[in-house]
Antibody
Framework: EVQLVESGGGLVKPGGSLRLSCAASGFTFTNAWMSWVRQAPGKGLEWVGR??????????DYTAPVKGRFTISRDDSKNTVYLQMNSLKTEDTAVYYCSSGGDYWGQGTLVTVSS | EIVMTQSPATLSVSPGERATLSCRASQSVSSNLGWYQQKPGQAPRLLIY???TRATGIPARFSGSGSVTEFTLTISSLQSEDFAVYYC?????????FGQGTKLEIK
């Protein structure tokens, strides 16, 4: 059974940092392109960024509002993908989901940026 | 950035009836289009990819059609569990983008 389990969400002040983790199981993680998608309260879905498999170069792409502030990385030995979020803004408040290529999704973790 | 526009914003349909949801892309996405269902408090669920291919385990009452810039999701006979928000999403160009969603509600 495929499982994606996010962790690391919480309350942080504007300008602060947070690192989210997503532990994967039930599929071949090393071959997967992994993504982070967020959803602000009561709003729609926004693709935050993705990391390709190492076989496909391991490169990352980000949506414009987070470029330069967020970094996605992966540890294939731990079947885990990370989202490092720096210089957080109130508009980054959202539920953050990790996804394997859009097929499988975690349950999400809430990030609240507030003073 | 490719803008995805869904219509209508809200669709009221009775159980057992057909629902037709539309999605338009601001430029060609070929057939690189997916549809997702999301219920309150849950993660999105992939229904359709490649514009018309049902994902694993998705009932046959869900069908997708279209290409280039115009797409449709049809639910042939609505069941109670189908009332949710539906999103289209293009994966032809980065950044991947979603439509704003169509809320399918019980009439």
């Amino acid at each position: 059974e495929v499982q994606l389990v996010e962790s690391g969400g919480g309350l942080v002040k504007p300008g602060g940092s947070l690192r989210l983790s997503c532990a994967a199981s039930g599929f071949t993680f090393t071959n997967a392109w992994m993504s982070w998608v967020r959803q602000a309260p009561g709003k729609g879905l926004e693709w935050v960024g993705r990391i390709k498999s190492k076989t496909d170069g391991g490169t990352t792409d980000y949506t414009a509002p987070v470029k330069g502030r967020f970094t996605i990385s992966r540890d294939d030995s731990k079947n885990t993908v990370y989202l490092q979020m720096n210089s957080l803004k109130t508009e980054d408040t959202a539920v953050y989901y990790c996804s394997s290529g859009g097929d499988y999704w975690g349950q999400g973790t809430l990030v609240t940026v507030s003073s | 950035e490719i803008v995805m526009t869904q219509s209508p914003a809200t669709l009221s349909v009775s159980p057992g009836e057909r629902a037709t949801l539309s999605c338009r892309a601001s430029q060609s996405v070929s057939s690189n289009l997916g549809w997702y269902q999301q219920k309150p408090g849950q993660a999105p669920r992939l229904l359709i990819y490649g514009a018309s291919t049902r994902a694993t385990g998705i009932p046959a009452r869900f069908s997708g059609s279209g290409s280039v810039t115009e797409f449709t999701l049809t639910i042939s006979s609505l069941q109670s569990e189908d009332f949710a928000v539906y999103y289209c999403q293009q994966y032809n160009n980065w950044p991947l983008t979603f439509g704003q969603g169509t809320k399918l509600e019980i009439k």
